[in-house]
Structure formats: structure tokens, C-alpha cells
């Protein structure tokens, strides 16, 4: 993203990033991500660089799929970008 782009945005631009940062960089991070969590982050000129709001880990419980695995990771993206919907309107900018 560029610098333009994010300078846009009042208070930055946030990403939930499937895998734990700065452990697991890039796109190909789904494989991290059932091993590990996600991250909550804002975005920079960087790749993953951002500063982290916060982490969520991945519980493990029994065997899951894969598919099931990546599902449980998608859930977790969802939930971070929800609750910095809640929270972060509260921090002062």
C-alpha cells in the first residue's frame, strides 16, 4: 500500500494478518497461522511491518482439518478486526 493511501486514513489502516508478526511475513502464511495466530496491525509502506495492536492465538483442540484449522484462523481475523472496531475508536489519535 502506499504511503499516499495510507496517510488517507485519520487514524491508520488496519490488517488482521493470518500468522504471528514479525515471525511470519508476507502471503504464504496460512501453514503459520494454524501453528500459530493471528495479529492485529496497522499497515505501513512495509510489508507486515506495521506496528502490532495486538495477537490471537490458535487454540488447539484434538485433530482438526486443515480446512477446519484455516477456518478457525479466518474466525480469529474476524475477531481481532472486531474488536479494534470496539476499542481503538476509544484511544486518542
Known sequence: MTAERIQCAKRGVLNAHPGLLPLSRGVVV????ILSGVTLHFIDEGIDTGDVIGRYYA???????????????????VAAMHRAAITLPSLPT
Do not use: H
Open 30 to 33: 496460512i501453514p503459520a497461522s
Open 59 to 77: 487454540p488447539v483442540k484434538g485433530e482438526r482439518s486443515v480446512k477446519e484449522l484455516c477456518e478457525v484462523c479466518d474466525f480469529l481475523c
